[in-house]
């Protein structure tokens, strides 16, 4: 197995390059990191010289927020028809296209970008590997399982740069029964394994979810007892009472600045706790997520709740104060359920946007105590591109032909290959079964 060396080598025969390019949850963003590997042989160092990440034009997250919008309500009303004939043809084909191509040339951009900034040159790529939200569908015909269209276009983007691309991780994943989001398990130990200490990562992102990653130090095969969680909505859950607090004027809570103004309900913490063990694991068609997820991970469902109920009526500040302090606890809870697979020492590392919130990095704090939080640029990451080097990892966990997706970590039902590649050119074709080979 891979493992991560920190160090920022110049450009050398010896090494295998991969560019990692992951697009967020909402397509807001676009993270892409250059990674060289010094071999594909168990116990090869992994090195990270160049990452970036910026923010992807409007015109795209809109199309994808109209696109999302237009699947969502065929998704519904497929599931509800009774055969296939009754089922209306997806509209929405038009817009998904529009968006590969503007992904398509930004991808580009940035894979030139990474390049000119160190001394790797376009033909020493091994593979592009690319992770986006993509969009799900469900459709009545034969009690089909839900199918995931990605944003971006591997076979294009292979056709227009020669570049092999590798991409379809979360989608290969769920067809094996995993849970898509856990499929960076095995990247997030070769990244952070590598340490005497185990480490538990909290991503406090559109939902909070963390990773226990043990020491790969101590224990080589540690890599089976890496373990995963997606506890509740987090950032979006936020985002959505702000936008409901500010009647629409700001959709994000700088700071914490509005969370703190309001109280801590402990009678809306009860009634959305209750509402959610009441709801359990149904699975609804996704609106946020990589995966199709318990309808309890989706913001919506805890604002519908509140607004189903007639009888109860919160205020604006203390229901967004309260959500803070649901995310913290439920965290806390979640990890002491859990406690029994953790090695004491391990280290806690927070990442995500939302620990910008004051009020729920404090109130986490408070609750990790005596712990202290530790920050993925300790190790040698950027705080915005850790999870573009965690996809390259993906990438070169395929083309070395190492199954990513294993049952213990993603609930798949069998060791699996996560990817699909989109061969280039038949030079850089080459390429990638060297490596293989090698």
């Known amino acids: 197995m891979f493992f991560f060396r920190n160090k920022t080598p110049n450009s050398s025969p010896s090494l295998h390059w991969f560019v ?49 919008a237009q699947v969502d309500a065929e998704s519904e009303k497929n599931a509800d028809a009774a055969n296939v004939g009754s089922a209306d043809a997806p509209s929405d084909l038009t817009q998904l ?19 000119a900034e160190t001394d790797v040159r376009q033909d020493e790529l091994v593979a592009v590997a690319i992770n986006d939200p993509g969009v799900w569908t469900r459709a009545a015909a034969w009690d089909a399982p ?53 480490r538990l990562l909290i991503d406090l992102g559109e939902t909070a979810r963390w990773t226990y990653v043990p020491s790969s130090t101590n224990d080589k095969k540690s890599w089976t007892r890496v373990a995963f969680q997606e506890v509740v909505p987090c950032g979006s859950l936020l985002n959505a009472l702000t936008e409901a607090t500010t009647k629409g004027q700001s959709q994000l809570d700088v700071g914490g600045r509005l969370s703190v103004q309001g109280s801590r309900n402990a009678e809306l913490l009860d009634f959305w706790r209750e509402a959610r063990r009441a709801r359990g ?19 919506p469902f805890y604002l519908e709740a509140l607004q189903k109920d007639e009888t109860r009526r919160f205020n604006a500040l203390d229901a ?25 020492p391990f ?12 009020l729920l990095f404090n109130r986490l704090s408070a609750l990790f105590t005596p712990r202290q939080f530790h920050s993925l640029d300790e190790f040698g990451f950027l705080e915005d591109s850790f ?32 990817g699909r590649v989109s061969p280039g050119t038949p030079e850089n074709w080459k390429r990638f079964w060297q490596f293989r080979i090698a």
């Open 320 to 344: 967004l104060c309260t959500a803070a302090h649901y995310v913290a606890e439920s965290i806390v809870e979640s990890v002491e359920a859990n406690a029994a697979r953790f090695n004491e």
């Open 20 to 68: 990692g390019v992951h697009i967020s949850s909402k397509a807001r963003k676009l993270e892409a990191a250059l990674v060289g590997l010094e071999g594909s042989r168990p116990g090869a160092g992994v090195v990270l010289p160049k990452s970036m990440s910026f923010d992807l034009p409007e015109e795209i997250f809109k199309a994808f927020d109209e696109l999302r």
């Open 387 to 418: 999870d573009a080097v965690a996809v390259a990892m993906l990438g070169a966990l395929f083309a070395a032909g190492v199954p990513a997706s294993l049952p213990q970590l993603t609930g798949s039902t069998r060791e699996t290959l996560l």
């Open 146 to 198: 839900p199918t995931r269209y990605g944003l971006a276009d591997g076979a294009l983007l292979a056709e227009k740069t020669g570049l092999n691309v590798v991409d379809a991780f979360v989608g290969k994943d769920w067809s094996t029964e995993g849970r898509g989001l856990s499929a960076f398990a095995l990247p997030y130990w070769i990244l952070l394994g590598g340490s005497e200490r185990d």
């Open 281 to 299: 694991k149904e699975a609804l068609p996704p609106r946020y997520f990589s995966s199709p997820l318990s309808s309890t991970l989706d913001a």
């Open 97 to 115: 296209f529009q968006i590969r191509v503007m992904l398509t040339s930004l991808l580009t951009e940035a894979i030139e970008a990474l390049l």
């Open 347 to 358: 280290d806690v590392v927070l990442t995500g946007a939302a620990k910008q919130n004051g």
